[in-house]
Every structure is written in C-alpha cells, then in structure tokens.
C-alpha cells in the first residue's frame, strides 16, 4: 500500500521531534553511567517491549525469518543502532560537546549524496544544493555560539564521523537488503542486535555496569527506551520503505535545531542570533530538498517517456533512478 503525503509527514515530523531530543537525553544518562553498556541496555530493554508488543498482537509466527532475512536485520542492526547510533553516545563521552556532535552527525545527508552519486544515481542539483545550503545553516547554528560547541577531539570527531557514515550507509542500502515485512518485527531484531553488540563491547572494554542512577537518569533512560527507540526508530524504518532516502535524510539537520530549542527550555541555554538565522536556513534546506524529490519523481511518473512513448512504471521504490532500473525500471507500452 502507497503511503500518503500526510502520513509520510506525520513520521517525519515525529523523527524530527523525537530524534532532536536524543542529545539531552543521552548526555544525562551517560553523565552517570558507562555509554557503552547503557545504550546497549537501552537497545534491550525496547527490543524486549517493542518484541513482545508484537507477538500479543500477530503471534510468534510473525517473527519467523528467512536466512537472508537474519542477514539483512543483523546488517542493519549494526550499521544504524550499534554503529550508528551507539558511538555518538562514545564521541560524546570523548569530549565532543552536542553541539560539536550534533554538526558532524549532520553530515549524513553528504554521505547519502556521495554514495548515490558513486552508485549512478545522482540526486537532482536542487537537492544537492539543499544538503549543501542545509550543512551550512547547521555551521552557522552550531559555530555561531548558539549551541555550546568547544573545541573537538580528534579521537571524538573520528567516531563522530564513522557513526555518521554508517548511519547514512545503512539508510542508503535500506531499500536493497532483505528485511522482514513488517517494521516493526525487522526493528525488533534490529534493536535486539544492536543492544547485544554494543552490551557485550562495554563488557570487554571493561566498562563498569552501574545500574545505580537519579531518577533524572532513570528518566532520561526510560525516554530513550520508549520514545526514542521504539517509537522513533520505528517511524524511521517505515519512513525509509515509504520515502526518498534523501527526504528521510533531512532529519539530520533539523534534529539539532530541536537540541539547540530543547536545550533553551530545559538547560535555559541563550537563544543567539546565529540560533535563529541558522534554524532559518536549514528550514530552507529541508523545502529545497523535499521538493527537489517531489519533482523528480512526478517526473518518474509521467505517462510519457522521454522519446513521446508511453510507460508503465513497475516498481516505486524510494530508491531513485538507478533503483529503479535495477528492479527493472518502465517497460514501455506503446511507441507514437
């Protein structure tokens, strides 16, 4: 079934909203515990709820895969959750202050774009400007003063930079790795495999396992369980089988203007001018890369081919051109 522009918008729009809250929320926890082995129990914890939500409502059935099936959730598993997501709590834990990480996860979007350039298919030059424009809002943003940036460790900004590019692999290589039907079983095991590595990498690093928090840490941890992990992660699994990867992508920008928000209300951290001409910008960004999309695939979808003949597509995956003609792309119908 085709997904809608509103409920495509509903999911963005949660992504964008939950996501921009995870620096806070992290930074709470690991201020007072471990990042390793608290992200790994944090992955746990919501595999256990979001796995036994859906056995209640679909059974035990549901969570049968086929071998290429296990490959592809172990692959993702690791790329999004334990690689990509699990280091920025580690860069942050090496001295990268959120702003500092918020501008280097925010490079996704230029991963995404090399990667689909390298592949053949090539994004429309006004998206390619809108990832560009959006990187230079988010410089503004964060260099501006507006979201407490210190100086960066080479240690921190290297994972930083090594969990943004596997974040954006993963979601480049989404449409094309074999994944259970349902999202919310394939994020289960997802979730399930990135609790278990980054658990047992704390353990062998010799991280101390303290489950001793505040209930400001009990708190935080209980969001990142519930709000972020599931409810989050499984708008962004859907997004990514219902959207562009290019317009899913966006959220790398708009997440920090969130962080930079939430940290003005919460933290009362000063609203600056850079704050608001860089939010300003990356707004711009978002527009000209989602109708950048949109353009090209009504374009994709016009009855009429390139020579005046008619096509019939076969396949609307959000892949772009060159994911279509690997799927077999239009078949024409008729020549004028």
Same mark, same amino acid.
């Given at each position: 079934?085709?997904?809608?522009? $509103?409920?495509?918008? =509903?999911?963005?729009?949660?992504?964008?909203?939950?996501?921009?809250?995870?620096?806070?929320? =992290?930074? /709470?926890?690991?201020?007072?515990?471990?990042?390793?082995?608290?992200?790994?129990?944090?992955?746990?914890?919501?595999?256990?709820?979001?796995?036994?939500?859906?056995?209640?409502?679909?059974?035990?059935?549901?969570?049968?895969?086929?071998?290429?099936?296990?490959?592809?959730?172990? /692959?993702?598993?690791?790329?999004?959750?334990?690689?990509?997501?699990?280091?920025?709590?580690?860069?942050?834990?090496?001295?990268?202050?959120?702003?500092?990480?918020?501008?280097?996860?925010?490079?996704?979007?230029?991963?995404?774009? /090399?990667?689909?350039?390298?592949?053949?298919?090539?994004?429309?030059?006004?998206?390619?400007?809108?990832?560009?424009?959006?990187?230079?809002?988010?410089?503004?943003?964060?260099? $501006?003063?507006?979201? $407490?940036?210190?100086?960066?460790?080479?240690?921190?900004?290297?994972?930083?930079?090594?969990?943004?590019?596997?974040?954006?692999?993963?979601?480049?290589?989404?449409?094309? *790795?074999?994944? @259970?039907?349902?999202?919310? =079983?394939?994020?289960?095991?997802?979730?399930?495999?990135?609790?278990?590595?980054?658990?047992?990498?704390?353990?062998?690093?010799?991280?101390?396992?303290? @489950?001793?928090?505040?209930?400001?840490?009990?708190? &935080?941890?209980?969001?990142?369980?519930?709000?972020?992990?599931?409810?989050?992660?499984?708008?962004?699994?859907?997004?990514?089988?219902?959207?562009?990867?290019?317009?899913?992508?966006?959220? &790398?920008?708009?997440? @920090?203007?969130?962080?930079?928000?939430?940290?003005?209300?919460?933290?009362?951290?000063? *609203?600056?001018?850079?704050?608001?001409?860089?939010?300003?910008?990356?707004?711009? &960004?978002?527009?000209? *890369?989602?109708?950048?999309?949109?353009?090209?695939?009504?374009?994709?979808?016009? @009855? =009429?081919?390139?020579?005046? $003949?008619?096509?019939?597509?076969?396949?609307?995956?959000?892949?772009?051109?060159?994911?279509?003609?690997? &799927?077999?792309?239009?078949?024409?119908?008729?020549?004028?």
């Amino acid at each position: 079934m085709r997904a809608g522009p $509103g409920q495509i918008g =509903v999911a963005l729009g949660l992504v964008y909203v939950i996501w921009g809250s995870v620096y806070l929320a =992290v930074r /709470l926890v690991i201020d007072e515990t471990p990042p390793l082995t608290a992200m790994g129990a944090r992955f746990l914890i919501a595999a256990v709820l979001l796995g036994g939500y859906v056995w209640w409502r679909r059974g035990f059935r549901s969570f049968r895969l086929s071998g290429r099936q296990i490959a592809g959730v172990i /692959l993702m598993g690791l790329c999004l959750l334990a690689i990509g997501n699990g280091l920025t709590s580690l860069g942050q834990q090496h001295g990268v202050s959120s702003g500092g990480a918020a501008l280097l996860v925010a490079s996704a979007p230029l991963w995404i774009a /090399l990667l689909r350039t390298a592949s053949g298919d090539r994004p429309p030059w006004l998206g390619l400007l809108g990832v560009l424009v959006g990187f230079g809002g988010l410089v503004v943003l964060v260099l $501006g003063g507006g979201a $407490g940036v210190g100086p960066l460790p080479a240690l921190g900004v290297g994972v930083m930079l090594v969990s943004a590019f596997c974040w954006s692999l993963g979601s480049w290589i989404r449409p094309r *790795v074999p994944l @259970p039907a349902d999202p919310l =079983v394939g994020a289960t095991y997802q979730l399930a495999v990135a609790g278990v590595t980054l658990a047992t990498a704390g353990l062998v690093s010799g991280e101390p396992f303290d @489950p001793h928090l505040s209930v400001r840490g009990w708190g &935080a941890m209980a969001y990142l369980v519930v709000v972020v992990s599931i409810v989050g992660f499984s708008a962004y699994t859907w997004l990514l089988q219902h959207a562009p990867v290019s317009v899913v992508s966006t959220h &790398a920008y708009v997440n @920090p203007v969130v962080a930079v928000l939430l940290g003005a209300v919460v933290l009362h951290e000063p *609203v600056t001018a850079a704050v608001l001409v860089g939010g300003g910008v990356v707004v711009l &960004a978002v527009v000209l *890369v989602i109708g950048a999309e949109q353009r090209a695939r009504r374009r994709n979808r016009s @009855p =009429v081919g390139r020579n005046g $003949g008619d096509v019939t597509p076969v396949d609307d995956r959000p892949l772009g051109p060159a994911g279509r003609a690997a &799927a077999g792309g239009v078949q024409p119908v008729a020549e004028r």
